[in-house]
């Protein structure tokens, strides 16, 4: 069965840094355009960073820019977030998602154009 399966999340002090895990599993990921997305207590869900199949485009939120970066590894099947001087603000769910664009070089920010999405993985910054 076709999934997104995130993992490393968790309670980290402000400053500090985790990195978060997104595994493909069933058969896709490859050609896919893939996103991590992310949504705090009463407000909308948000795209923090957005990475074309080929790596080589990404797009990030203005607040994370300089501090989180997004990667993927294609022969693995699996997207990472590392997140760095994290900060109580970046405190939320995070989700990974999945387009079946089928390109090397697209990627969106738009959150209807995914389809595929993770259980989420909840992330704490403490102050």
């Known amino acids: 069965q076709e999934q997104l399966v995130e993992s490393g999340g968790g309670l980290v002090q402000t400053g500090g840094s985790m990195r978060l895990s997104c595994a493909a599993i069933g058969g896709i990921f490859t050609g896919w355009a893939m996103a991590w997305f992310r949504q705090a207590p009463g407000n909308e869900r948000e795209c923090v960073a957005a990475?074309?199949?080929?790596?080589?485009?990404?797009e990030y939120l203005n607040s994370v820019k300089g501090r989180f970066t997004i990667s993927r590894d294609n022969a693995n099947n699996t997207l990472y977030l590392q997140m760095n001087n994290l900060k109580p603000e970046d405190t939320a769910v995070y989700y990974c998602?999945?387009?079946?664009?089928?390109?090397?070089?697209?990627?969106?920010?738009?959150?209807?154009?995914?389809?595929?999405w993770g259980q989420g993985t909840q992330v704490t910054v403490s102050s």
């Open positions: 990475i074309s199949y080929s790596g080589d485009g990404t």
């Open positions: 998602a999945g387009d079946p664009a089928f390109s090397n070089s697209y990627y969106t920010t738009r959150r209807e154009r995914y389809h595929y």
